[in-house]
């Protein structure tokens, strides 16, 4: 019961660190249909300026503030620089793309070489916290109540806020109805007096800035080392395929039932553990070729 629980709690916060990154992924791929496969190279981007800002003045802070920031402002020269010119052309956005994610871990394997980096929170997200009862058992008799660390359960209720964040700009604000009404008809839009360009720019920073904020987290979490950028690059992209394109509340499904198969399946069955991954994908796109909570094209 006592592996249980934890594997179930470390599902949870892989799912959490998942979401995190799929949520600016969904925003620039599901919801403006811009193919940007180099979004796990600015999570890892970030978590290497954040890293370095954080180790340079000490505060973990200032490391978080500056992975969302720097790479916020990268999500900008790239909607300027390459998706502006190639609106539409799903083909030559997918090879830039990879090109520029190739640069990229080239120039972060030369600065920053291929040393793993971690984090040091502060001191108050140092140990660990006790689970609620709901999530002890009993053994002999006796109720036991487990302890997790505190930071994962710090990243679980940071994506959760974030989350619902995300949802209620997307849904209740005006900018988010301007979003939404720009991906679904953006001549009308700019008809409107509307600049729509803007609007996108807005969003690309807000779905790069993300995967910055999304990096110094997981690095806190577990570590920055190379080759990190290719794996939360295909964990968005499952997420995001098996949730629905354009859909938070889709992104954080996915999340949950990804990061939960991939932490019971190593566990578990550590042998077949990746395959759990993907045949949630294929069931899905069996299923619901649109995802759970995507919309019919």
């Not at 660190?17 to 999570?43: I, Q």
């Not at 052309?89 to 920053?112: E, P």
Request: aromatic share 12%.
């Amino acid at each position: 019961m006592k592996l249980f629980i934890l594997t179930f709690m470390n599902g949870l916060t892989l799912a959490a660190l998942y979401f995190l990154v799929a949520s600016g992924f969904t925003l620039v791929f599901g919801l403006m249909r811009n193919v940007n496969l180099a979004h796990g190279s600015l999570y890892l981007a970030g978590a290497y300026i954040g890293y370095t800002i954080a180790d340079a003045t000490g505060s973990w802070y200032l490391g978080v503030v500056a992975g969302f920031v720097s790479m916020a402002l990268a999500g900008v020269l790239l909607q300027i620089l390459v998706f502006q010119r190639m609106e539409g052309q799903d083909l030559r956005q997918t090879l830039v793309t990879i090109g520029i994610s190739i640069v990229l871990a080239d120039l972060m394997l030369a600065i920053w070489s291929g040393t793993t980096y971690q984090f040091s929170p502060p001191e108050w997200l140092f140990g660990a916290t006790e689970l609620p009862y709901i999530l002890g058992y009993r053994s002999s008799g006796e109720a036991v109540y487990l302890k997790y660390p505190t930071y994962r359960i710090a990243l679980l209720v940071a994506a959760i806020a974030i989350g619902v964040a995300l949802w209620l700009f997307l849904n209740k604000t005006r900018v988010g109805t301007m979003i939404r009404a720009g991906v679904d008809d953006r001549a009308m839009l700019a008809a409107t007096g509307v600049n729509v360009h803007l609007i996108f720019v807005v969003v690309f920073a807000l779905g790069a800035g993300l995967a910055g904020l999304a990096g110094v987290i997981g690095g806190t979490a577990l570590s920055i080392a190379p080759g990190e950028d290719v794996r939360y690059l295909l964990a968005s992209l499952v997420v995001v395929i098996v949730g629905g394109m354009g859909s938070v509340t889709g992104a954080a499904i996915g999340a949950l039932l990804i990061g939960l198969a991939e932490q019971f399946g190593l566990v578990y069955s550590p042998t077949y553990g990746v395959v759990y991954t993907f045949l949630i994908m294929v069931v899905a796109l069996a299923v619901r070729p649109q995802g759970i909570m995507g919309k019919r094209a």
